[in-house]
């Protein structure tokens, strides 16, 4: 791509943690000239243990690198005077502030919506928060663990009736995905920018995103259901949808849709065309109503067949199914390889190279090329002699401890 998309666009980043950052990081993936406002003790993410990918990892934190890749960072501190003088004259270069700071915080800095786009007019001001800006619970700190996966359902209703405890989420499960909305959000406000010359507030949620995620149990419960996991025989409404175990223990999801049009090849396929003419399972009504007795024919079928061997035969039939993989399968897997799915951060001054996911967003066929995530503070002195401060200034700074 000649031009990436966010060429000549400067965020500003006033955020933690991995909700916001990661919006940061994926607008700086298509050009964004990033720079990420940090306190001078840094992100407390930069301390985190977790998985062995981060402070544990015994290498590259792999963490902060998936969530600042492609930024720049200023380690400033806006409790001083100083500081906030500079994160002003900062914003005024900027075209987007993006911030997961709690309204009280911002208040308090004199970064709230109301008086940051009154004095930058064409300014895009984005933020990321737990429960949405209005209500009881608009100041409460969220995490995706919280916000998203507790309190907005995700938890509760995917979790097994034989269960006594709610299963736990994968790791940032609702900040990536909140990301990716916010970054949308930044580049339709940058669009409407461009038709109007005005500046749009922008807000995104974990919990509205994970509303959105459920997006049909929601629907299911408005019309006055209660959406719950469900399991055993009762997980296979339509059996030729769901998930069965092969003769080694692994398993092969089917998403038969359209079972009436794939039964009878499927039968075929696998060397039961008795199946086909049997009135238990002539067509989906018929399953349904004999749905005990078809989930047990099809496991059946399943449990003589390796995981390899289901693979293979699954080949011929143009029918939409999927092997059940591992995470780490998914480091070798064909179209993952082919898609560039997996990029590589090169090494840089004698430094390790390191992979990450690329994000699911290509132009013209083409992933992001992957920049590393900077060190604590790296641009704190280049950022500051943009902005026309002198190196005396800058020792100044230093020393009365307005930046570390």
Not at 272 to 300: H, K, Q
């Amino acid at each position: 791509m000649d031009q990436a998309a966010f060429e000549g666009v400067r965020v500003v980043e006033l955020a933690q943690w991995v909700f916001v950052p990661v919006a940061g990081a994926l607008l700086a993936d298509w050009g964004a000239d990033v720079v990420r406002v940090e306190r001078p003790e840094g992100d407390p993410y930069r301390g985190l243990a977790t998985q062995g990918i981060g402070t544990d990892g015994g290498g590259v934190n792999l963490s902060v690198a998936l969530a600042n890749r492609g930024k720049r960072s200023l380690a400033i501190d806006l409790r001083s005077e100083e500081g906030r003088q500079v994160l002003g004259q900062l914003l005024e270069t900027a075209d987007v502030f993006l911030t997961n700071f709690r309204p009280g915080a911002l208040r308090r800095l004199g970064l709230d919506s109301d008086t940051l786009t009154a004095r930058f007019p064409r300014l895009v001001y984005a933020r990321g928060h737990g429960y949405g800006v209005r209500g009881p619970g608009a100041d409460r700190p969220g995490y995706d663990s919280s916000a998203f996966w507790a309190q907005g359902g995700l938890a509760h209703v995917l979790t097994p009736p034989e269960r006594d405890a709610p299963i736990g989420q994968r790791g940032a499960m609702g900040d990536r995905n909140g990301a990716m909305a916010l970054a949308f959000g930044i580049a339709s406000a940058l669009l409407r920018r461009e038709r109007t010359g005005r500046g749009t507030v922008v807000d995104v949620s974990l919990l509205a995103t994970a509303m959105w995620t459920l997006s049909s149990d929601i629907l299911s419960a408005l019309t006055g259901q209660t959406p719950r996991a469900a399991s055993g025989v009762d997980a296979y409404r339509n059996p030729l949808v769901g998930s069965y175990r092969t003769k080694d223990g692994r398993h092969i999801q089917l998403v038969f849709l359209e079972p009436d049009r794939y039964w009878a090849d499927f039968c075929r396929l696998v060397g039961r065309e008795d199946l086909v003419a049997d009135p238990r399972f002539t067509d989906l009504a018929a399953r349904a109503a004999n749905r005990a007795a078809c989930v047990g024919e099809i496991a059946a079928i399943f449990a003589d067949r390796t995981f390899a061997e289901w693979k293979d035969l699954l080949a011929g039939i143009d029918a939409p199914w999927a092997p059940v993989q591992a995470v780490e399968e998914l480091l070798t897997d064909p179209q993952v390889l082919a898609n560039d799915y997996l990029g590589e951060v090169a090494a840089e001054e004698g430094g390790p190279s390191y992979r990450l996911p690329t994000g699911p967003v290509q132009f013209d066929e083409q992933p992001p090329a992957l920049r590393r995530a900077p060190e604590h503070g790296e641009h704190t002195e280049s950022v500051l002699l943009e902005l026309g401060y002198t190196w005396e200034q800058i020792g100044t700074f230093a020393e009365t401890g307005v930046i570390p």
